[in-house]
């Protein structure tokens, strides 16, 4: 245990080399109080206290002192004297009385005794001669670990302590040997790829502690009994005990518990915000926009109120009317009081009439069957919510169980009664008609059934006009095509086929007198003789069938069709040739290109293979489409363009032909697509369907439909346009032939006119939900000939 050190006070000048020693005889207190003489009386006192220091000696320096002065106890007074005189004789070393008040001098020496007793050592003391020299006391001084601190006299003339500077140096600072993590308050994880777990203050890197494998972690925990009561600290990334007070807290928050012990959940709630506001605020913000500009909500209720005046329901100048307070409800002399000029009077409730009295007549009562029923039906749907019933007399009648619903009903009717009158506008009905020309300045156009060709004995699918209009060639599901002229409805000729004719179609160009038809998976095309010249069907027949001396070529991969010559006796019945396709599928339409070389054939069933383009002169045919997207229904070669119609289930896809591209695709809204015909200027589509609607598209407004027209009540089987005429027609399973009117301007800024003119009924029969197949326009004449499931085909005119 280290001694207590005991602080000697001294005063010396600095500049004097040689000390007074200390008498053995005299204590510290007379040393302490000893009056200092005055030398100079131009020296001032802040000047002689600048020059003095304090020097405090410890025990043991003290103890090493006394030895010398022991010797020489009796020269010690006698040379202090002549020291002191030496003193202020030579160097005029004046001691100045630093108080004449015993007081002060007391306060003082109390002060001094406090510094005393502290463990400081105060560097700059004047030490004796001896102490300097002596390499005991140095050693002395070492041993005791002694301290220097500073001590200065300050302005209040009293000593000041002054800390020794710390210098700025690792070993300087031993607070902790291991210095905790001080990479700051970061997300660990992104050191996780890395060996260091941060930077310190020199900007080195702090490694990871090493970790070691699941076993080394478990012989750990086995040797370390409180590992139970640790836990790691991922910001110095090392295990910490847990206090007993932290583990208290734990066990007490797995009990459901305040972690605090202390906590009282039931204590005084502390208003530490009283709810009364300041009465004078102190705000430095600036007056808010709003204050200088008119309000716009101001502006509206004055605007509110203008109206009111201009419609009447307020009346300047008019004089106030003290309202009573209370009203006499049983005064007579009341006058009605004025209405409101919105004023709408409540609905008034029914009066009662002979079947809600008790005791109604025998005809108002309800029969058992008649109750039965009534309480089957919905309430809702209830003629009356009520029975009627007979008592004898009003005493027996008892109380209606549904007083209260109905009074709640009453009340809403009344709650919820318009307030505002609302002007009913007198609009003709007629005049939201769109006027429409009348059908007689749209004519000519087919108003009556003319002839009736009968010969077939089954349904009559397909029908084809030749170019000159003279001649008309039909097939049917007896599996004949019967050739047929159509001013006199006589049958020419008749061919008898392998299988159902499915599709006709005559070529559109008059120098071949030739037309093409499709039954089960092949195309046939028939030269019908004996309504041409011999030149013309000479030339046909060359024309036909010159594409079999031209090599075929032998590079394909795939064989798509087989060009094949007829029999002998098929020859002579004026067939020319047929193609054989690979996919066996049945062919369901066949079109002709304007030009009348190619022609397309259409089976939806054979997938990829279902649309294929032939050319008749070179006996080539190449398919489109490398993969049809969905079913396709029937395509149409563009009378002008060379475009290409494609309608599958419910989209109609436009493809140029020379860019190998497609165009646009038309959005029809419809469920399926049954047929499909071009206009002659090629600028308007028309597509009809299954879902009884026509479809009308502009090719120039929008890939969606101009007119969306629902006449028909069943499936629409055909629709087609003039070749000449402003018309168009739909035939349908409901038996009708709907004739419209669609007018189409050279002026892109006039819309197409769409009039419906003419329906055409009473021709066709019904037969198994299937009423008129087909329908085709006269190529020259206002006339449309139709064919139907009743084994017939109808001319009209």
């Known amino acids: 245990m280290q001694k207590t050190k005991t602080k ?23 040393i302490i109080t000893r009056k200092i003489k005055k030398n100079d009386e131009n020296t001032s006192d802040e000047d002689i206290i600048a020059n003095l220091k304090i020097d405090m000696l410890s025990e043991e320096e003290e103890n090493f002192s006394d030895l010398d002065s022991q010797s020489t106890k009796s020269a010690d007074k006698e040379e202090n004297d002549d020291s002191i005189e030496q003193h202020s004789e030579n160097e005029k ?105 941060g930077y310190d203050i020199d900007g080195k890197k702090i490694m990871k502690p090493a970790k070691g494998d699941e076993l080394d972690k478990f012989l750990e925990n086995m040797e370390d009994p409180d590992s139970w009561m640790s836990a790691k600290d991922n910001l110095l990334q090392q295990n910490v005990k847990l206090t007993d007070e932290e583990l208290e807290i734990i066990r007490r928050i797995q009990m459901g518990s305040f972690p605090e012990k202390d906590f009282d959940p039931y204590e005084p709630t502390v208003e530490w915000f009283t709810s009364k506001p300041e009465v004078m605020p102190l705000n430095a913000t600036p007056e808010p926009k709003r204050r200088f500009i008119p309000s716009k909500w101001e502006a509206k209720r004055i605007m509110k109120i203008v ?14 009317v003290q309202k009573p307070r209370f009203y006499n409800l049983w005064n007579e002399n009341d006058q009605p009081r004025e209405e409101h000029p919105m004023h709408i009077p409540a609905p008034k409730m029914k009066l009662p009439g002979h079947d809600e009295s008790y005791n109604p007549p025998a005809e108002y009562l309800l029969t058992d069957k008649e109750k039965e029923e009534w309480e089957q039906m919905d309430p809702d749907d209830r003629e009356k919510n009520y029975i009627p019933q007979k008592y004898s007399c009003l005493r027996n009648v008892p109380a209606y169980n549904r007083f209260i619903q109905e009074r709640f009903n009453r009340c809403l009717d009344l709650y919820l009664a318009p307030r505002v009158r609302k002007n009913k506008l007198n609009i003709d009905p007629e005049s939201l008609i769109p006027k429409l020309p009348n059908p007689k300045d749209l004519q000519p156009f087919p108003t009556s ?30 599996k004949t095509i019967r050739l047929w002229e159509i001013i006199t409805g ?95 599928k049945t062919i369901k339409q066949i079109a002709w290109h304007r030009k009348g070389d190619y022609f397309s054939s259409i089976s939806p069933d054979a997938g990829n293979q279902g649309i294929l383009i032939h050319q008749l002169s070179k ?15 029937c395509v149409k070669f563009h009378p002008i363009k060379p475009l290409f119609f494609v309608a599958t289930q419910r989209y109609v896809r436009v493809y140029n032909l020379m860019k190998q591209e497609l165009t646009r695709t038309l959005q029809s809204g419809v469920k399926w697509i049954s047929s499909l015909d071009v206009h002659p200027m090629g ?47 739909s035939c349908s399973d409901d038996g009708s032939i709907q004739i419209f009117h669609g007018m189409v301007y050279n002026d892109l800024l006039q819309n197409p006119l769409i009039v419906p003119v003419k329906i055409l009924k ?36």
């Open 8 to 30: 000697i006070l001294r005063v010396s000048k600095k500049i004097s080399p040689k000390i007074k020693k200390i008498d053995e005889n005299t204590s510290e207190e007379d």
């Open 93 to 197: 070393f004046v001691l100045d009385d630093i108080t004449d008040n015993e007081e002060e001098n007391e306060n003082f020496n109390n002060e001094t005794s406090e510094v005393g007793e502290s463990n400081d050592y105060i560097a700059g003391d004047s030490l004796d001669e001896n102490d300097l020299e002596s390499n005991e006391d140095n050693k002395t001084l070492s041993e005791s670990e002694e301290t220097e601190t500073h001590y200065v006299v300050g302005a209040n003339g009293r000593p000041r302590k002054i800390l020794p500077e710390i210098e700025p140096v690792y070993d300087s600072d031993s607070s902790t040997e291991n210095p905790i993590n001080s990479v700051g308050n970061i997300p660990m994880e992104w050191y996780d790829d890395y060996p260091h777990i």
């Open 307 to 320: 109206r009111a005046i201009r419609q009447g329901r307020i009346v300047l100048g008019k004089t106030q």
């Open 449 to 478: 059934l003319t002839l009736s060709y009968d010969g077939h004995t089954g349904r009559v699918r397909c029908i084809s006009i030749d170019p000159t209009g003279l001649w008309l060639v039909s097939g049917s599901d007896d």
């Open 490 to 584: 006589r049958c020419v000729k008749t061919w008898e086929i392998e299988d159902i004719v499915y599709s006709i179609a005559w070529c559109p160009i008059r120098e071949v007198c030739a037309f093409i038809f499709s039954c089960s998976n092949k195309v046939g095309v028939i030269l019908p003789t004996g309504i041409c010249d011999d030149e013309v069907a000479l030339s046909t027949s060359q024309y036909v069938t010159s594409g079999f001396n031209i090599t075929q070529r032998k590079d394909e991969k795939v064989k798509l069709v087989e060009w094949m010559k007829p029999t002998d006796e098929q020859n002579k019945n004026g067939i020319l040739l047929f193609i054989h396709h690979a996919h066996n």
């Open 619 to 633: 006996h080539q045919s190449q398919q489109p489409f490398r993969k049809t997207r969905g079913i396709v229904q």
């Open 683 to 729: 600028d308007n589509v028309i597509v009809g369907s299954y879902d009884k609607k026509l479809c009308w598209f502009d090719l120039d407004l929008s890939p969606r439909p101009y007119r969306t027209l629902c006449y028909h009540t069943k499936a629409i089987r055909n629709v087609v346009y003039h070749k000449r005429l402003p018309l168009f027609a």
């Open 762 to 797: 009473a021709g066709h029969q019904i037969v198994d939900s299937l009423g008129v197949l087909n329908c085709e326009f006269h190529p020259i004449q206002p006339w449309i000939i139709s064919s139907g499931a009743d084994h017939t085909i109808k001319l009209w005119t």
